[in-house]
């Protein structure tokens, strides 16, 4: 499948700072591309396809990060304490007497991901049922009456789950919603006013890049879902800038405190690109150096988001076409960026 998209409306840079990108929509890998870096030599953007160097996009399981972060400052506050039961706050969690908070957000607990079952991923076609909203109740039925995939803290396997239990987690012990206790702990004080949980809403702000799939060998326009399947493992948007800003933030210590931020670097090896924290991947490139944050997938959207030790950061968003951006493409750029 080949999309010719124009770049109507787009800012087009002065010079190709990136040119991998204008490379990855030449080679047919992606629709449109977005990176945004910032370090001491200040923020610098490019973009290409349709995309904008301030468009809007789908951020996936970078929301997860956020919802770590808020469980982080309840553990702060004392009203939350990592080793203790989930059950002890979310009813009904299977074994949930002996899964911990801490093995929830570190994708140890071995709940099984609802995502896997035929038409509850976000990350596939789901022709009009795309449109469909769901409650995290929903969510987690629908994965409970699954068998665990292991005992509790004995594997790693990544579940949506786990960050649905997360919310479910903050709204009963704050007595809000989720989204509310996003926007109010790290949106609001952050500045970060083109962040958003969108619940229901199926549309992205203007402007953005449209995400696109392949149905019967037929490129289809797969850029307006309701994301509320993904709800606290992957329904927020975005810019570039913004999780830029919060990265730097909650990596520099301005979020948590630096016990929790200790506790939330600590991570477990998954036989992956990365290693896993408490809502935190770390991705070690290839010169040596390690950076931390979290990449998610929407049919038609992926986006990564990391920030070294150093404080440059950077955020990759991109459209994929049914090739695929190699992922020896992606880390290359990062290289680029950090080595």
């Not at 071995?110 to 976000?122: F, I, P, Q, R, V």
């Not at 996003?182 to 995400?211: E, F, I, K, N």
């Amino acid at each position: 499948m080949m999309i010719r998209t124009a770049a109507v409306g787009a800012v087009p840079a002065l010079t190709s700072t990136f040119p991998a990108l204008d490379e990855w929509v030449e080679q047919g890998w992606a629709a449109s591309a977005l990176l945004a870096v910032e370090d001491t030599a200040g923020p610098r953007a490019d973009a290409a396809g349709e995309a904008r160097t301030d468009g809007y996009l789908r951020i996936g399981s970078v929301t997860e990060t956020f919802a770590a972060t808020v469980v982080l400052q309840l553990v702060d506050e004392g009203r939350v304490r990592l080793d203790d039961p989930v059950g002890r706050y979310v009813a009904g969690v299977p074994k949930g007497d002996l899964i911990t908070v801490r093995q929830v957000l570190n994708h140890t607990s071995g709940l099984y991901d609802y995502a896997h079952g035929e038409g509850w991923s976000t990350n596939r076609w789901r022709g009009a049922d795309r449109f469909r909203g769901y409650r995290p109740q929903e969510l987690l039925d629908e994965a409970f009456r699954h068998p665990s995939n292991f005992e509790p803290g004995t594997g790693w396997r990544y579940s949506n789950t786990n960050y649905v239990v997360a919310g479910v987690l903050v709204e009963r012990v704050t007595g809000r919603p989720y989204g509310a206790e996003v926007r109010g702990r790290v949106l609001r004080p952050l500045g970060l006013t083109r962040t958003s949980v969108p619940g229901h809403r199926p549309g992205l702000p203007h402007p953005h890049a449209r995400g696109w799939t392949e149905v019967d060998g037929r490129p289809v326009d797969a850029t307006l879902m309701n994301p509320s399947l993904d709800w606290a493992a992957g329904e927020m948007i975005s810019t570039a800038d913004d999780p830029n800003r919060f990265l730097d933030a909650l990596l520099g210590g301005r979020l948590t405190s630096a016990a929790s931020l200790a506790a939330m670097r600590e991570t477990t090896a998954t036989g992956t690109i990365f290693a896993y924290g408490l809502g935190l991947q770390r991705y070690d490139l290839p010169c040596g150096r390690s950076v931390w944050g979290h990449g998610g997938e929407l049919v038609g959207y992926l986006t990564y988001a990391v920030r070294s030790d150093d404080g440059r950061r950077a955020t990759l968003s991109y459209n994929p076409l049914p090739a695929g951006v190699p992922a020896e493409a992606v880390i290359g750029l990062f290289a680029e960026v950090y080595c």
